[in-house]
Structures are given as C-alpha cells and as structure tokens.
C-alpha cells in the first residue's frame, strides 16, 4: 500500500469514497477544494482503498473534514494506516488536529483507537446543515461530536 497526495482535478473521481463518510454532495463540495486529499491505494493501482481531506481551519489549527475506507476493505487496519501517515504529515509543527462525526460509536471507536479524544460538540450541526434527515447505524444524527489530538 502507498499514500498519495491527489490533485484537485482529481478529487471528484473518488466521489463514492467521499460521500460514504459525508453522503450530502454540496457539503462535500464546502471543503473539497480547499484542503489537502490524501489517498491509500494498492502500490501502483488507482482505486483507492482509503481517503480524506484534511483543511486548515486557522494557524495551527488543522481538520479532517472526511475519512473513509471502502466497503470491502474496513475493519482491515487500511484507516488507521491512513491515519498514521497523515497525522505523521502534520505533527512536529505543533498545534491540533481535529475530527467531526457524529454521534455513532463505529466511528468515534475508530478516532479514539487512532489516538484522538473528545473535544467538544457543535449542537444539531447535522439537523441545520443537512438538506435531509442523516442516519448511521439507524440513529439520525443530530449533534457533532468533535475530537481532537494534540500535533
Ligand atoms: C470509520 C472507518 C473510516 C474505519 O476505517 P477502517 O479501515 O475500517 O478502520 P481500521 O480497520 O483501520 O480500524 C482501526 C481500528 O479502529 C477501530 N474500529 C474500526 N471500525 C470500527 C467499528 N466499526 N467499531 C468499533 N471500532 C472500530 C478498531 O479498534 C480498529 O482496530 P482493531 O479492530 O484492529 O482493533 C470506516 O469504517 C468507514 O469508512 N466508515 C464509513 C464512513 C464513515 O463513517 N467515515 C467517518 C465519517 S466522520
């Protein structure tokens, strides 16, 4: 497996991927352009197995706005192999890393065995942000669960 930096051209070519960790399109679209995309692929291949875009909110102040592995390959260690090399690409500046999801015990189990703890909670994000009810795991989301890790 290698880590590969992807081009902005290139980004809607790993739609599916994004809208698996974030399924509505124009929210995507927000911070798609803005931040850095990083993808896990098989060396040499072009189908990622991993993916997600990290932004900078502020000085020091860095988010990953989206991360998802695909159907067949979770559970498999590919995320956290993601994740080491990203947060590898962002530590020793200093600062924090943040993580929003929400309130599902799939994923926050996934950012506390990645290293991250909680943060904060931005009340009824998904409910005010969203065009249509959200659920995971069959809860509908509500609130954003921010976690965060010191660089
Ligand atoms: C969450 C997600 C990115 C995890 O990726 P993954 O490649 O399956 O994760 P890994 O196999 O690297 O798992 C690393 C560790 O995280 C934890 N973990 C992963 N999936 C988990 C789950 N469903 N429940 C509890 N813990 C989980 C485990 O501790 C696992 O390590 P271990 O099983 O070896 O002890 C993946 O399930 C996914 O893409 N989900 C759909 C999209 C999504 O919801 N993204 C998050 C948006 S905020």
Avoid at 76 to 87: A, E, P, Q, S, T
Avoid at 97 to 126: A, D, K, P, Q, W
Wanted: glycine share 10%; net charge neutral.
């Amino acid at each position: 497996m290698e880590v590969r930096r992807i081009k902005k051209e290139d980004r809607e070519d790993f739609k599916e991927l994004l809208l698996l960790a974030d399924e509505q399109w124009s929210m995507v679209k927000r911070y798609l352009d803005r931040g850095e995309m990083y993808g896990l692929f098989p060396e040499g291949g072009l189908d990622a197995v991993s993916i997600c875009v990290v932004t900078k909110e502020d000085e020091h102040i860095y988010e990953i706005k989206s991360f998802a592995t695909a159907k067949a390959f979770q559970k498999k260690g590919y995320g956290r192999m993601l994740m080491k090399y990203v947060i590898g690409q962002y530590r020793g500046a200093g600062g924090i890393l943040y993580v929003g999801t929400g309130n599902t015990s799939s994923t926050i189990g996934f950012y506390e065995s990645c290293g991250f703890t909680r943060s904060h909670v931005v009340r009824n994000f998904f409910t005010d942000n969203y065009d249509h009810p959200i659920f995971e795991d069959g809860i509908q989301l509500r609130d954003m669960i921010y976690l965060s890790m010191k660089l």
